[in-house]
């Protein structure tokens, strides 16, 4: 079947994998207390950024994800459900992401598989409901993937596609 020919059943079909990933993400997002890996992403977040930035010289992870975790506490606070809800928004982000890299690279209907087997895939859902980097990770590095073989494959892609 084409998603092509009609483009409101290809709509649907997105709609429903991002929202299926959206409701897995955040399914039980509270249930669980920090662990302690949770723990020290929310102090290392709580600091000044001079002081994150200091922290980050010991700390094996790159000081992003504590920069944009410290900005979100200060907006909606560091109870458990909050912190995890920014790993599940870059977790939403690398569903429409894969999508894009699958359509971009072969068609849409191997942009809405990848994209289904993201939303549902038990690692990136787990990873997602964590107060830690995995998902910001997976979101940027997929972001990257699609910005290379848009500015740098492209050309060669295309080539191949005719």
Do not use: C
Not at 50 to 70: A, M, Q, R, V, W
Not at 91 to 108: E, V
Request: net charge positive.
């Amino acid at each position: 079947m084409k998603l092509n020919s009609n483009p409101k059943i290809f709509y649907f079909l997105l709609f429903t994998i991002l929202l299926t990933g959206l409701i897995l993400r955040f399914y039980n997002i509270d249930k669980k207390s920090y662990w302690l890996d949770e723990e020290i992403s929310v102090r290392f977040s709580s600091l000044t950024i001079d002081g994150i930035i200091k922290n980050s010289i010991s700390e094996t992870h790159p000081p992003l994800y504590y920069l944009i975790l410290h900005y979100w506490i200060n907006l909606f606070g560091d109870s458990e459900t909050s912190t995890r809800l920014l790993s599940a928004i870059f977790g939403i982000i690398s569903i429409i992401m894969i999508y894009h890299i699958g359509k971009l690279l072969f068609s849409k209907e191997v942009g809405i598989i990848s994209s289904l087997i993201l939303a549902v895939s038990a690692f990136h859902i787990a990873y997602s409901q964590e107060t830690r980097m995995y998902s910001l990770m997976s979101m940027l590095t997929l972001t990257s993937m699609y910005f290379f073989i848009k500015i740098k494959l492209w050309p060669f892609v295309k080539a191949l596609s005719r």
